[in-house]
């Protein structure tokens, strides 16, 4: 291969795999991206022509980095290998242009990757916008202790799937994390369009569930049981709104409520 390229050679091609990835991966990363110049210089010579070793590596690195996920951004790969981002970039979309048959199994890492990449992204901008919106904390405000429960219950799905629900909720049924006291009953039609009947009851249970852990039990006595004083059709809503007014009325009352719920 020295003599058909030249310019590439083994020892050059470890070297750069290596300013880029540990020792082990590196080799075998730079295995591979000789064996794909050999079998590329075999198809197409001419491929080779008018470019330099820096950019071939890059794009052929960048798409074997999927191949063996050990994912390098082009920007990592150019900076380390003392080339532009963009030279790494048309690089890489030359290889899959001319040599899309040696990379199949590429491709699709590549598509499913980079789209959780970005959704990661996405949520993650956007849980950090929600952040700023509401600061939780434990004070005496219902609604707070409201908001915090649903941001606890949500976090149990995962943070990645709470900062969707989070964007759909806002975006899908112009629902604001702030607004969730006062559009409580909008709030469970959207769970229970996004979940569906069943499981948005399950997940109404959790939170009031952690509402009420949220809640000094001082109080406020709830239990979820199928025997005594059952409730069977209790809202959501309603059940917020009755602890809404016992957590208002607590300090003066001292009443301590009992609420079984049947699940």
């Given amino acids: 291969m020295v003599t058909i390229l030249r310019r590439i050679s083994c020892e050059e091609t470890v070297l750069a795999a290596r300013t880029i990835w540990n020792p082990e991966t590196a080799d075998d990363i730079a295995a591979n991206a000789l064996q794909v110049l050999v079998?590329?210089?075999r198809i197409n010579l001419r491929f080779f022509n008018g470019k330099t070793s820096a950019s071939l590596l890059g794009g052929l690195f960048y798409i074997l980095g999927y191949r063996y996920y050990a994912i390098r951004t082009q920007h990592q790969i150019a900076e380390k290998l003392g080339t532009s981002e963009a030279?790494?970039?048309?690089?890489?979309?030359?290889?899959?242009?001319?040599?899309?048959?040696?990379?199949?199994?590429?491709?699709?890492?590549?598509?499913?990757?980079?789209?959780?990449?970005?959704?990661?992204?996405?949520?993650?901008?956007?849980?950090?916008?929600?952040?700023?919106?509401?600061?939780?904390?434990?004070?005496?405000?219902?609604?707070?202790?409201?908001?915090?429960?649903?941001?606890?219950?949500?976090?149990?799905?995962?943070?990645?799937?709470?900062?969707?629900?989070?964007f759909y909720l806002e975006n899908t049924f112009h629902i604001k994390k702030i607004d969730f006291p006062d559009k409580i009953d909008c709030f469970s039609a959207a769970l229970d369009k996004i979940f569906g009947p069943a499981a948005s009851r399950q997940m109404e249970i959790?939170?009031?569930?952690?509402?009420?852990?949220?809640?000094?039990?001082?109080?406020?006595?709830?239990?979820?049981?199928?025997?005594?004083?059952?409730?069977?059709?209790?809202?959501?809503?309603?059940?917020?709104?009755?602890?809404?007014?016992?957590?208002?009325?607590?300090?003066?009352?001292?009443?301590?409520l009992k609420v079984l719920v049947n699940e």
Avoid at 94 to 122: C, H, M, Y
Avoid at 215 to 229: A, D, G, L, M
Wanted: net charge positive; hydrophobic share 40%; proline share 2%.
């Fill in 39 to 41: 079998n590329a210089s």
């Fill in 206 to 256: 959790l939170l009031m569930k952690k509402l009420y852990v949220k809640i000094n039990r001082k109080w406020i006595e709830y239990k979820f049981v199928q025997i005594e004083w059952t409730v069977p059709e209790l809202t959501f809503q309603e059940y917020v709104q009755l602890m809404r007014q016992n957590f208002e009325a607590k300090q003066d009352n001292k009443i301590k």
């Fill in 87 to 166: 030279s790494v970039r048309k690089s890489c979309k030359n290889w899959f242009k001319t040599f899309p048959f040696l990379f199949t199994d590429v491709t699709g890492k590549i598509n499913t990757i980079s789209s959780r990449i970005q959704e990661k992204a996405v949520c993650k901008k956007y849980e950090n916008h929600v952040r700023t919106l509401l600061p939780i904390n434990t004070s005496s405000c219902f609604d707070n202790v409201l908001i915090e429960a649903i941001d606890e219950t949500f976090s149990i799905l995962s943070e990645t799937v709470k900062a969707v629900l989070y």
